[in-house]
């Protein structure tokens, strides 16, 4: 059962605009979400993070955002740049389950310069 | 910034033999916990250790596998008789509380 799902494997963006990467969920009690970036033969890094009591976090270039009556957060990286290419993940969890996280399957996303 | 280490980076073993991946989680972090990507497919949770023991566990943790933490620095995860399927990077993590994760490099297992 996927409770996390990424539905686009993969993106391509222009170098300097803006990357959407899109999460949706379907556990009503996620209260905690993360987005992770991979690149190859790497371990997930930590990228940026929101609780369910915001619908905004942002961090420099990156920013997300929690629709929480649809089930839905998304990443924006503004402006994309080369070094952005790598695989998104993001992870759902929630307080009262422990703390497990559940990841989607990924987006890997390409900025061509 | 502290890391996550994992060795051995890459470890090739026979179907059936036993393989032990190692972790050091970062030294005040309490929580601990094993991943694996299969080559293709989604992340997938193994297991979360506290206080010396098990928290969670899915079902993919089934007893073909085991974690330690034998020195109060390593965290082990032992398969016992290892199968074609369990190829796969096996990424550990540690969090000093329940918000986020910081990741191990990952260790890449080949059953042949």
């Known amino acids: 059962d996927q409770q996390v799902k990424q539905n686009s494997p993969s993106l391509s963006v222009q170098e300097g605009r803006i990357s959407i990467l899109n999460c949706d969920y379907t556990?009503?009690?996620?209260?905690?979400f993360l987005w992770y970036k991979k690149y190859p033969a790497e371990g997930p890094t930590f990228l940026i993070s929101?609780?369910?009591?915001?619908d905004k976090n942002e961090d420099g270039r990156f920013t997300v955002f929690l629709n929480k009556s649809a089930k839905h957060l998304s990443l924006h990286i503004v402006p994309s740049q080369p070094g952005d290419s790598a695989v998104y993940f993001c992870a759902a969890s929630a307080r009262n389950t422990g703390n497990q996280f559940y990841f989607g399957t990924g987006t890997s996303l390409t900025v061509i310069p | 910034e502290p890391e996550v280490t994992q060795t051995p980076s890459h470890q090739v073993t026979q179907m059936g033999q036993e393989v032990i991946l190692r972790c050091v989680p970062i030294s005040n972090h309490l929580y601990f916990y094993w991943y694996r990507q299969i080559l293709g497919q989604k992340v997938e949770f193994l297991v979360s250790f506290y206080n010396n023991e098990i928290s969670e566990k899915s079902e993919i943790f089934d007893d073909q596998f085991s974690v330690e933490r034998p020195d109060g620095s390593n965290f082990t995860l032992k398969i016992r008789s290892t199968k074609l399927e369990d190829s796969a990077m096996y990424f550990c993590?540690?969090?000093?509380?329940?918000?986020?994760?910081?990741f191990g490099s990952g260790t890449r297992l080949t059953v042949v």
């Open positions: 929101i609780s369910s009591i915001k």
């Open positions: 556990n009503s009690m996620f209260d905690y």
């Open positions: 993590a540690s969090s000093s509380t329940d918000l986020g994760y910081t």
